[in-house]
Every structure is written in C-alpha cells, then in structure tokens.
C-alpha cells in the first residue's frame, strides 16, 4: 500500500501528541512502584501498546478507563507483584526498541522465564553489551525454534560496567532493574554516552517516583527497595512529543506559512527539544508564544554543521530542512542511524536524491547541499517501514512545486509514534495497491 499525496492542505497550528519516551518510562514505573498509577496518553502509538501489553505479560493489570477527550487514552496501571511475578512471560515488543531494551532487565531481575518476540529490523539492532551485562549476573540467553530471544535466570548484583557510546536504553533499561534489587547496587558508564537527554529523563522520572537516584559523573548509585519503594507521584504529567513535533515545526520554516505546535513542555530534558536551535541555527524565525507552544515562520535557511550524537531521530527533517537550505550542511556523528527501523542514513540519501536533492552519504553522516525548491520533482518513495523517514517524505511533499506529487510506501507506518499524523498534516490523500 501506499499514499498519494494530492491536494495538499497544510494546518498552521497542531496539538503534540504524548511523547512516546515518557510514556514508555511513566508506564514502566508505574508498574514496578508500590501503589496504582493512572496516565493520560493523547494518542498512543503502537510502540506504547507493546510496552503496554509486556507489562501486563509481566503480571500488571494495565485497564483502560473510559475517555475524558476523544483523541486521548487513560492507562490505570496496577502495579506488578514483585514479590510472586509470573513464573513464565511472553512479551511482544513488535518493533519496539524502548520495549525490548527497557523490559529485557526488567524480566531478568524478576526472574521471568521471558520469550521476546521481535518483528521488522528489532531483531538485527544490537543487544550485545546489554546481553553482556545481564550474562555476568546470573542470566542466560538462547533462540528458540522460530527465533524468539529467551532469557532465563535471576539478574542480581551490586555493581555493573556497560558502555555508553552505543545506547542509552540500554543504561535505562539496567536502572530499571536495579530499581526493583532489594540491596543498593552501583552503575558505572563507561566511554562516551550517546543521547545523553534520554538518560537524565529517565533519572528524572525515577527521583518523581522518590527514588533518590545519585549520579555523579558517569556513575550512577541505586539505594534499592528496602530503603526506597518506588511510590506514585502525585501528579505524573505527560509531555508533548518533541520528536514528532519537528516535522511541523520545520513545516514552518520552509512552507509559505507559520506553523503553530502546541502542548509541548520548553523546559523538559528531552533531548529532541534541540530541534529549536538547530532550526535558528538554520536560520528560521523561531517564537514561543507561551510555555506550552512554538511557533516557526517561513524563512530564508542558510547550512549549517550538525552534531547528532544526542538527537538521531531528528536527523531525517533536519536533512529535509538541508535540502532547501543554501549551501553545504554537514550531519555528523549519525553512524547509529544505521541500525535504527531503518539504515536511516541510506534511506535519507534515497530519498533526497529521488526528488532531486545532492545527498552524499558517508560513514558517520550526511553532506547535503541545498537546492531551489522549484526544481525538486515528485517520486514514489519507500518509507522503509520506518515512521521517520515517511514523515521526512510528508515535509518534502510540502515543498514541491505545483503539480509535482509524492507518493509513499507503507504510509501507515507513522502509527507507530503518531497516530492520526497525516490527518494533523492536513493530506487529502489516498491508500492505493
């Protein structure tokens, strides 16, 4: 299947949805803490529902309430007994990263005879120091005979080394876990730490659930539950989706129109909420009108250089953004694109190229050189199954002069961190065979 953008309405102000990477940290705590929790998720994506259908596989009582707001879900979270957890699990992660790196330890540390199902590239993103880490202490991994991933054994221990530099989900998902030790245990990283802002958030939402977490550096020290339980927060709010909100965002810029999102926090540690300087540093008129909303203006974009160690997902609009602005933008340390739903840096370079950008693609980036708009061209494009990158296609469409159309490979794939994203885009299009 796929879409066929015509007639091409674009909205100038949009509500964020739910950011998938609290959600999946929200709902995770909540979970293992000591009393029931309730989440308001506007617009959860399929990545959410794995999470949320694993907690349950684990023995939480996940319910949904009935709605207040049409477009948002409310997730009751009883939480899982720590004490007698299900001796057997079976947990779908889908294509869910977050879900796998996040429950694996988790799983472990309960001591869950866990089978994880993997689907779309999950089963070729590394696991290997994480898999490491668990296997010094007390875990066992094999395949079984359709190529699930089990784990088997009790996770435990004191102190633990992983490294840094290939992801910080990895670090999120063993601090899970040693939340739930019973004994205080310790953490340390080692190398350089990619995607720095993801690891805070997830230090941030354990202290919201008055755990005192210290990090000093690059050790981390975890007191464990006979000192501190995890106990709900009095209010555990949700915040709008930053990753998402770029593509609307960087809308703005390179539309006829501003573009407003609203519902997004401007102070949270997400680290994607740099989308606001990289696109000044574009040289987009960039506004906040309030606490809670951005505004972008059209404008003239001039290159620039990209560090996106800590900000991979935004890489795909801010090559977008490159494609329309003048001269040669570098995007650097981006190697890990690689292995993300897509080789993101590959399908980038085709995609660009396809509507007659000048991409080159080397080891660790992107060179991207800008070109007048007038003479980009539509194209049938493969999303590669990877939300991103259809996003990246959406923007473009954009862009193109009249007449000219794209048309999108397996469209639909944005379901998995935006549902409902080519309504909030304004497309009148069609699913085709």
């Not at 106990?231 to 949700?238: G, N, Q």
């Not at 040669?328 to 950008?357: F, Q």
């Amino acid at each position: 299947m796929y879409l066929d953008l015509q007639d091409f309405v674009f909205p100038r102000e949009v509500e964020a949805v739910t950011s998938k990477s609290v959600a999946h940290r929200l709902l995770i705590l909540g979970a293992l803490s000591s009393r029931e929790s309730s989440f308001k998720i506007r617009r959860p994506g399929s990545d959410i529902q794995h999470t949320v259908d694993c907690l349950r596989a684990l023995g939480a009582e996940v319910t949904l309430m009935p709605k207040l707001e049409f477009d948002t879900e409310i997730y009751k979270v009883k939480p899982i007994d720590l004490e007698h957890p299900p001796r057997y699990a079976v947990l779908n992660c889908g294509d869910s990263g977050s879900t796998l790196r996040f429950l694996l330890p988790v799983a472990a540390a309960l001591g869950v005879e866990a089978t994880f199902i993997r689907t779309g590239r999950l089963a070729e993103r590394p696991l290997g120091p994480l898999q490491d880490v668990l296997h010094e202490h007390g875990v066992r991994f094999f395949m079984d005979d359709k190529g699930n991933l089990c784990s088997r054994g009790i996770f435990d221990g004191t102190d633990f080394s992983i490294p840094g530099n290939i992801s910080s989900q990895f670090i999120t998902g063993l601090l899970f876990a040693m939340a739930i030790f019973r004994h205080p245990s310790h953490l340390s990283i080692t190398g350089e730490l990619e995607s720095a802002p993801y690891l805070q958030m997830t230090i941030g939402k354990i202290r919201m659930y008055k755990v005192p977490v210290r990090m000093e550096g690059m050790e981390i020290e975890m007191p464990g539950r006979d000192a501190f339980q995890l106990r709900r927060p009095r209010c555990p709010l949700m915040e709008g989706d930053w990753s998402g909100s770029a593509v609307f965002l960087a809308a703005g810029a390179v539309s006829r129109r501003d573009v407003t999102v609203h519902g997004l926090d401007t102070r949270t540690v997400q680290g994607d909420r740099a989308i606001l300087s990289l696109l000044m540093n574009f040289h987009a008129a960039v506004s906040k009108p309030d606490g809670n909303s951005v505004r972008v203006e059209p404008s003239s974009l001039k290159a620039t250089y990209i560090d996106a160690r800590h900000t991979p997902d935004l890489v795909p609009i801010l090559a977008v953004l490159a494609l329309c602005a003048s001269g040669k933008t570098v995007i650097d340390n981006a190697s890990r694109l690689r292995l993300k739903e897509s080789n993101r840096l590959a399908a980038v370079t085709e995609l660009l190229n396809a509507v007659g950008g000048n991409c080159i693609e080397f080891e660790d980036g992107l060179i991207i050189y800008g070109v007048d708009k007038r003479s980009l061209r539509g194209a049938l494009v493969d999303s590669k199954n990877d939300h991103r990158i259809a996003m990246a296609a959406a923007l473009i469409a954009t862009m193109l002069p009249y007449g000219e159309t794209i048309r999108i490979r397996n469209a639909e794939c944005v379901d998995k961190s935006w549902p409902h994203f080519w309504d909030d885009l304004g497309v009148m299009g069609k699913l085709r065979n």
